[in-house]
C-alpha cells in the first residue's frame, strides 16, 4: 500500500512539471520526451538539493530556471531548406510578384530556416527584411555564432545549398555565415504561446513560417496562437506550416484565415472579416468552396447517391430529417465538434441511416468525435475497425497513423501510415475519387507524401 502511495505521489508531481513546462510555454511534452525531461528534473532537483514542491515553486518564482526547462522541452530538429516544395512555390509563385518582402520565421530553433529563406529571396532579386525568433535561448545564441555543421544538412534541399555562398562561406556541409548576413537578420526570443509584443510592427509580415511547432500544443493552444500571429500580418499574407501539421488546422468562422493550395503546397492565408463571412456562407450555401490556387487531379466521374440537403434555417435539433449526402454529413459533423457540440455531433450520426457498404464511415466518424473529445483509446478502436472494414478507406489509417504518433507508439504508425500510402498509390494509379471532401479537398498527393515521409522517419 505504502508503495502504491509513492507511485502515485510521483505521478502527481511529474505531472505538476509539465504543468508548468504547458503553462508558461504552450509545449505538451510528447510520450517520447517525456522520460528524458522528467530524468533532466531529476537531476535539477539533486544539484539545487530541492525537494518536488520547493522545485515546482521555484519553477513557477524564478523565471531563468523555468527557462532552463522549457529550453530543454523544446526539440529543435531542423536542417536547410527543408520541405523543399515550399521553397520551389516561393520560387516560381510567390517571389516573382512580390520584390518587397517581410519574413517571420516565427519557431527558427537554430536558424537553418530564415537563413534558407533569405538565400532564396536573395537569389530571387527580393528585398527581404527577415525576423527569426524562438522561445529557446540556446538555440538562438547558435545563429549568433555562425557556424553551421553536418548536422545541418540533408538530401532534401540540395540543389538549393549552394545558396548558401552568397551568405558565408560554404563548403560541402559545411557553412559559415558572414556578419554582415547575421546583422541583416533580426534576431529575438519570442514566446509563441505568453508573448504579445511582435517582433516587429503589427500588420506588416507578408509571409510568416510556422513549421514543426503544432505537434507540440493542444488544438486549444494552437487556435490561439495562430489567431494571435495574424495580428502581425498583412491581410492576404501567407502562413507556412508543416505539411505534417496543416492538415488538423480547421478554419472556423472566429479565424482570420482561410486554407488554400498551389499544387501539392498548402498554406493559410490572412483575410479580413468581410471576406470569411463570404466564403463562409458560399460553403454553407454550396457545400464546398475551392481554393484560390489549386490543381485539379484527373478522375473518373463517379455517380453519388442522391440526397436532399437540409434547410438553411432549420432548426439544429431537428437538422437531418431527410437522408443527407456523405459530404454533407462530414461537412455538418466537423462543423459540430468545432463548436464542442458533442451531442449534436453524435444525434448526426445517430440519425443518419448509413448503408452496409457504409460501415467505415460510421466508425470514422465515431472516432473524429472520440479524439476531439481526448478519448484517445476510444478514438484508436473506431480508426482501426474502420481501416478494418474497408482497408481502401485510407483516412481511417491516416488518422490511426497520426494519432498513434501524437502518442508515441512508433511501430502502430509506421503501420498505420504503410497501409494508407498503399491505399493512396492505388488511388492515383486508377484516378479514382479519392475521399476528398472527408479532409476538405486536399488531394492524394499530398497525402501520400506526407505518409511516406512518416514512414521514412521525418516529421
Request: hydrophobic letters at 35%; aromatic letters at 10%.
Amino acid at each position: 500500500m505504502e508503495e502504491s502511495m509513492t507511485e502515485e505521489n510521483k505521478t502527481e508531481d511529474e505531472c505538476k512539471f509539465l504543468e508548468i513546462i504547458q503553462k508558461y510555454s504552450g509545449l505538451t511534452v510528447s510520450a517520447s520526451h517525456r522520460d528524458f525531461m522528467l530524468n533532466y528534473v531529476d537531476e535539477r532537483k539533486k544539484e539545487l538539493g530541492l525537494s518536488d514542491e520547493e522545485y515546482c515553486r521555484k519553477l513557477e518564482e524564478d523565471i531563468l530556471e523555468r527557462t532552463r526547462i522549457i529550453d530543454e522541452a523544446a526539440i529543435n530538429e531542423t536542417y536547410f531548406f527543408r520541405e523543399v516544395i515550399q521553397f520551389d512555390f516561393l520560387r516560381d509563385t510567390y517571389f516573382p510578384k512580390h520584390k518587397n518582402v517581410v519574413i517571420w520565421s516565427a519557431a527558427c530553433s537554430t536558424g537553418e530556416e530564415p537563413i534558407s529563406l533569405y538565400a532564396l529571396a536573395k537569389a530571387c532579386r527580393v528585398n527581404a527584411s527577415v525576423y527569426a525568433s524562438d522561445i529557446d535561448e540556446k538555440a538562438l545564441s547558435q545563429i549568433k555564432n555562425r557556424i553551421y555543421t553536418p548536422h545541418s544538412f540533408r538530401s532534401e534541399g540540395s540543389n538549393y545549398i549552394g545558396l548558401l555562398e552568397q551568405l558565408g562561406t560554404y563548403y560541402p556541409k559545411t557553412f559559415t555565415m558572414s556578419k554582415e548576413t547575421l546583422e541583416s537578420l533580426f534576431i529575438s526570443k519570442f514566446n509563441l504561446a505568453t508573448d504579445h509584443k511582435f517582433p516587429m510592427p503589427n500588420e506588416t509580415v507578408d509571409l510568416l513560417f510556422l513549421r514543426n511547432v503544432f505537434i507540440y500544443f493542444t488544438k486549444e493552444t494552437r487556435k490561439e496562437v495562430l489567431i494571435k500571429l495574424a495580428g502581425a500580418m498583412k491581410e492576404n499574407a501567407l502562413l507556412f506550416l508543416s505539411i505534417n501539421e496543416i492538415a488538423s488546422v480547421e478554419c472556423d468562422m472566429d479565424m482570420p484565415f482561410v486554407k488554400e493550395n498551389c499544387g501539392p503546397v498548402y498554406y493559410l492565408r490572412k483575410v479580413g472579416l468581410e471576406e470569411k463571412k463570404r466564403l463562409y456562407e458560399a460553403k454553407i450555401h454550396h457545400g464546398h468552396t475551392e481554393p484560390q490556387l489549386t490543381r485539379t487531379i484527373p478522375h473518373k466521374a463517379k455517380k453519388t447517391d442522391s440526397f436532399c440537403h437540409e434547410h438553411k434555417n432549420a432548426n439544429p435539433v431537428n437538422a437531418i430529417q431527410k437522408q443527407c449526402t456523405m459530404t454533407e454529413l462530414y461537412k455538418d459533423l466537423k462543423a459540430a465538434i468545432s463548436l464542442k457540440d458533442f451531442d449534436h455531433a453524435r444525434e448526426l450520426i445517430s440519425r443518419h441511416k448509413f448503408k452496409t457498404t457504409e460501415m467505415e464511415h460510421e466508425l470514422f466518424m465515431k472516432g473524429m468525435i472520440f479524439e476531439a473529445q481526448g478519448n484517445n483509446d476510444e478514438a484508436l478502436d473506431c480508426y482501426q475497425r474502420a481501416s478494418i472494414a474497408n482497408p481502401k478507406f485510407w483516412p481511417a489509417s491516416y488518422n490511426l497513423g497520426t494519432l498513434s504518433k501524437k502518442l508515441g507508439n512508433s511501430k502502430n504508425m509506421k503501420k498505420a501510415f504503410l497501409s494508407c500510402s498503399k491505399a493512396l498509390k492505388c488511388y492515383i494509379q486508377n484516378q479514382e475519387i479519392c475521399y476528398n471532401d472527408i479532409l476538405d479537398s486536399f488531394n492524394p498527393d499530398y497525402f501520400l507524401e506526407l505518409c511516406d515521409s512518416q514512414i521514412e522517419g521525418g516529421r
